[in-house]
């Protein structure tokens, strides 16, 4: 019904800034709410940030607020993930997600759609 495609993610120094893309298609009024989750092996997934049908409104994980910046561009079916200062304790795999529900959610069981991950790798 949607598909999510990340891109962007790689190997940076610490303090760096990597820049994430996430490409949808299909049934794109499904994704009134979108968000970006990460996990590390061993770890859960946790959320980062999320953002609105408009983009009028963002929520970010204590953890990266002030570094990171969510966007979207509706027109291109696309959301955004800016990662500035970036820290060791970055290094995971990002997932873009997406649901039709308008309400916020910052838990994975809040969103329909997942793309298949980009790696982040922050080295000290």
């Known amino acids: 019904q949607v598909q999510l495609v990340e891109s962007g993610g790689g190997l940076v120094q610490a303090g760096g800034s990597l820049r994430l893309s996430c490409a949808s298609s299909?049934?794109?009024?499904?994704?009134?709410?979108m968000a970006w989750f990460r996990q590390s092996p061993g770890k859960k997934r946790e959320f980062v940030a999320t953002?609105?049908?408009?983009?009028?409104?963002?929520q970010y994980a204590d953890s990266v607020k002030g570094r990171f910046a969510i966007s979207r561009d509706k027109d291109k079916n696309t959301m955004y993930l800016q990662m500035n200062s970036l820290k060791p304790e970055d290094t995971a795999v990002y997932f873009c997600?997406?649901?039709?529900?308008?309400?916020?959610?910052?838990?994975?069981?809040?969103?329909?759609?997942w793309g298949q991950g980009t790696q982040v790798t922050v080295s000290s």
């Open positions: 997600a997406a649901t039709s529900r308008v309400s916020a959610s910052l838990i994975e069981v809040g969103y329909d759609y």
């Open positions: 953002i609105s049908w408009t983009g009028g409104y963002t």
């Open positions: 299909g049934r794109t009024f499904s994704t009134n709410r």
